[in-house]
C-alpha cells in the first residue's frame, strides 16, 4: 500500500493516542478474508446440488473455458499447486468429470480434459453466478468496480 492509503486505511487510536496498526479493524487482509469465506459458503447449497466443492467448480469452470491444459495451467489459472490440485484432480476424475493423461511430448507433465459429463454438468451450474449475484448486496457499478479492484491487488502481488 502507499503511504497515503495505508495511513487512510487507520481509524483508531490506541491508548497513547496514536493509529494502532494491529487492530484488527484496521487491516485490509480481514475483510479480504471474511468475505472470501462468506462468499463460498454462499456457493455451498448451489454447489451441493451439482456435487462439487468450491475448488472442483472453479476448476471445473477453467476447464469448460480451455477444454484441455496441463495441471501447471489449470494451477496458474487458479493460483493453487500441484500439491493442492492432484488429489483434487483424482476425485473428478473418479467422478468422470475429467480425464488426467501424460503429455505424450513431455512425460513429467500430465494433461488434463474435460470429460462428456463434466461438459454436462456445464448446464447444470449455468444459473449458479447469477444466484450468487443476487445474494451480493452490490449494484453492477459496485461488482464492476470490486472486481477490478480485487485484480488489480491480485496482479500487483503475485
Known amino acids: 500500500m502507499s503511504e497515503q492509503s495505508n495511513s487512510a486505511s487507520v481509524r483508531c487510536l490506541d491508548a ?16 479480504l478474508y471474511a468475505v472470501s469465506k462468506e462468499v463460498v459458503r454462499l456457493y455451498k447449497p448451489f454447489l451441493d446440488e451439482i456435487g462439487l466443492t468450491y475448488t472442483q467448480y472453479i476448476a471445473m469452470m477453467v476447464l469448460w473455458e480451455k477444454r484441455s491444459l496441463s495441471v501447471k ?8 499447486d500441484s500439491g493442492t490440485l492432484t488429489p483434487l484432480l483424482k476425485k473428478m476424475e473418479a467422478q468422470g468429470l475429467v480425464s488426467r493423461q501424460r503429455n505424450a511430448a513431455d512425460e513429467r507433465s500430465v494433461i488434463v480434459t474435460v470429460t462428456e459429463a463434466g461438459d454436462a454438468l456445464r448446464t447444470r451450474a449455468a444459473h449458479i453466478p447469477e444466484r450468487i449475484g443476487a445474494c451480493l448486496p452490490l449494484t453492477k457499478g459496485e461488482s464492476e468496480t470490486l472486481y ?3 485484480y488489480k491487488v491480485l496482479h500487483a502481488i503475485q
Open 16 to 31: 497513547d493516542g496514536r493509529y494502532d496498526a494491529l487492530l484488527l479493524q484496521n487491516q485490509l487482509c480481514f475483510p
Open 73 to 80: 495451467e489449470l494451477g496458474e489459472h487458479l493460483y493453487l
Open 148 to 150: 477490478q479492484l480485487l
